[in-house]
């Protein structure tokens, strides 16, 4: 029946092992695979890049869209200033006029001309020069007065408007020698804006023309700021119209504006300025081609009232812009998650070739235990068979050399020399001494063969049976803490007995004290076996836990010089350690560590 019983439980742990590998071997299988949380860290990871992208990419579009619209604002500010700029120029130029009390010449309107500096003061300016109003009935008069300075001044072209508007002086006078004398009334929008600078006393431009000193013949416009006959009002369109005496002016060459005061080298967009749909500036014609973006990054149009015109201004995003607004940030983001997404890919992979690969060494380690195994098996069986044989086969013949010893002694006592019944004596002591090294060879071999479980010990009573079954002198005395430890009994009491048994068998006097102490110290037992004998050298206490080894003669001490050996393999076997202490005089400690079983 306990046979049968041993064998059932063998088999259940047997099932529940298989179980147990079969299910650890299908997790290593499993984690070899490509699952959802694999694919699904890779999504994550791709939305992520793709996401931070996009935010970067966004971003950086802003600030370039935010530097689009500074530019652009940039360029119309600076030709407002500047239109501000020329404007002060020509009410300078009506204020010099109304101070002089006489009507100026040619040749006071030069030198004033030439205190501005003209070219360096107003850079993009054409020139300054001096319109005046003249009835059509005073032409010649007017001609006569002005060629006794200038003799080749004339009036031109004939028309047959009612008023004349000759552009009187000019400076500086060799750029627009070819203006002088000009008749601006005989053109529509020359004359325009002639009429409404007179009749809102304003600065006013006029619309697109093409002057007569540009040889190119590109756009350009005047610049007309009015004066009046002095000591007459000009406070109603009325009054101005009865008190105009003429206008200050200024021709422009819109390219030589724009050059002036927008530098192509130094801005980032191209503008193209137009005036009631006539063009009046275009990069695209007056700079160079690489300048211009051909597809730009941003447009926009804006309308400006510029002294009684409304301009149409265009500005693009130009290459310079586009160079400037480069940024690779977003890329390098992209490029950055890509190698993250493709590195997250290859650790898996790598992963799961891993596994496969252990689940590969693993089986192949399986295989070569299960060998191992089944020879460590047949290995224990034979060694389980020699401890029969040692403890039948060879003990048998011993135990009758010890009786046929005895039969000797006991009937032939009275006729055998002392020296044979010394011998007879000793071969009687060698015999005891090999049947007790075969009972402890038999005690090695089985430890480990049969699991004891932890019961509740009391160490003082445990020590003191051992102590009184032992053959002592009754010098000897134990001192033992009582204590109750959890403790599997037999293997406790097998060690206590072979350091106790040790404690006696090695004193080298008649009296001795064995002292056996407790204490526990990090979830492990510690029991001290202490004596007062004879101390174990440094050197020899590696020695003296080998099997078969004693410190003194056999003759001297009886035993098989395998206490300490089979003790520290019982204890080691249950997961503690056995170390020895001493100072190799006097005295020796042997100390137990034995784990703490927490009773369930």
Avoid at 31 to 60: D, K, M, N, P
Avoid at 478 to 507: C, D, G
Wanted: charge should be neutral; proline fraction near 4%; glycine fraction near 4%.
């Amino acid at each position: 029946i306990f046979n049968t019983t041993f064998r059932d439980v063998l088999m259940n742990n047997e099932t529940t092992d298989i179980t147990h590998t079969d299910i650890e071997r299908q997790k290593l299988i499993d984690s070899s695979r490509f699952h959802g949380v694999h694919w699904l860290i890779l999504a994550l990871s791709s939305i992520l890049t793709v996401g931070a992208w996009y935010i970067a990419s966004e971003q950086v579009n802003k600030r370039i869209a935010e530097r689009f619209e500074r530019e652009s604002l940039h360029v119309i500010e600076l030709v407002k200033e500047r239109m501000q700029l020329y404007e002060h120029a020509l009410w300078g130029a009506v204020a010099h006029i109304d101070a002089n009390e006489l009507e100026i010449d040619n040749k006071q309107w030069q030198n004033y001309s030439n205190s501005l500096r003209i070219d360096e003061t107003y850079p993009g300016i054409n020139g300054l020069g001096v319109i005046y109003k003249v009835k059509k009935d005073q032409r010649l008069s007017f001609i006569e007065k002005h060629k006794k300075n200038r003799p080749d001044f004339v009036v031109h072209p004939s028309h047959n408007a009612y008023e004349l508007w000759p552009i009187t002086f000019i400076e500086p006078l060799i750029t627009n020698k070819q203006a002088v004398g000009l008749d601006v009334a005989f053109e529509e929008n020359r004359y325009l804006g002639v009429k409404k600078a007179r009749d809102t006393g304003l600065a006013q431009l006029t619309g697109p023309i093409t002057l007569v000193q540009d040889a190119k013949k590109t756009p350009g416009f005047l610049f007309y700021a009015p004066f009046y006959k002095k000591g007459m009002s000009h406070s109603t369109i009325s009054e101005r119209q009865a008190a105009i005496e003429g206008v200050a002016y200024a021709p422009f060459i819109m390219s030589k504006l724009i050059s002036g005061t927008l530098a192509v080298d130094q801005r980032h967009v191209s503008i193209k300025i137009s005036d009631a749909g006539q063009s009046l500036y275009n990069d695209m014609d007056n700079t160079l081609a690489d300048k211009i973006d051909p597809k730009p990054l941003f447009s926009k149009r804006v309308d400006v009232d510029f002294y009684g015109r409304k301009w149409q201004v265009t500005i693009n995003s130009n290459l310079n812009f586009r160079k400037a607004s480069g940024s690779n940030q977003p890329y390098f983001i992209l490029a950055g998650g890509v190698v993250i997404d493709l590195l997250l890919l290859a650790l898996f992979i790598v992963l799961s070739r891993s596994n496969k690969q252990a689940l590969i060494y693993a089986d192949e380690i399986t295989r070569e235990l299960k060998i191992k195994t089944t020879r460590l098996t047949k290995s224990n069986q034979d060694l389980e068979q020699f401890a029969y044989v040692a403890s039948h086969d060879l003990k048998s013949p011993l135990n009758a050399m010890r009786k046929l010893v005895s039969w000797i002694t006991e009937d032939c006592d009275s006729i055998l020399p002392d020296s044979s019944k010394e011998h007879l004596k000793l071969l009687n002591n060698r015999s005891e001494r090999m049947n007790k090294l075969l009972d402890d060879l038999l005690d090695y071999a089985r430890i480990g063969r049969h699991e004891f479980k932890a019961k509740p010990l009391d160490l003082k009573a445990t020590a003191n049976d051992i102590f009184s079954l032992l053959d002592h002198p009754i010098t000897f005395k134990l001192s033992v803490e009582k204590q109750v430890l959890l403790l599997p009994r037999t293997p406790i009491e097998v060690v206590l007995r072979n350091l106790i048994s040790n404690a006696i068998k090695h004193h080298d006097k008649t009296e001795g004290h064995i002292q056996i102490h407790y204490k526990a110290v990090n979830d492990m037992h510690i029991i001290s076996v202490e004596d007062d004998g004879p101390g174990i050298p440094v050197e020899l206490f590696d020695k003296a836990v080998e099997m078969f080894q004693t410190l003194r003669p056999r003759d001297k001490v009886e035993g098989s010089g395998m206490g300490l050996s089979l003790s520290k393999k019982t204890v080691e076997h249950y997961g503690g350690s056995l170390t020895i202490q001493s100072d190799g005089v006097r005295g020796t400690t042997i100390v137990l560590t034995w784990p703490i079983t927490k009773e369930k």
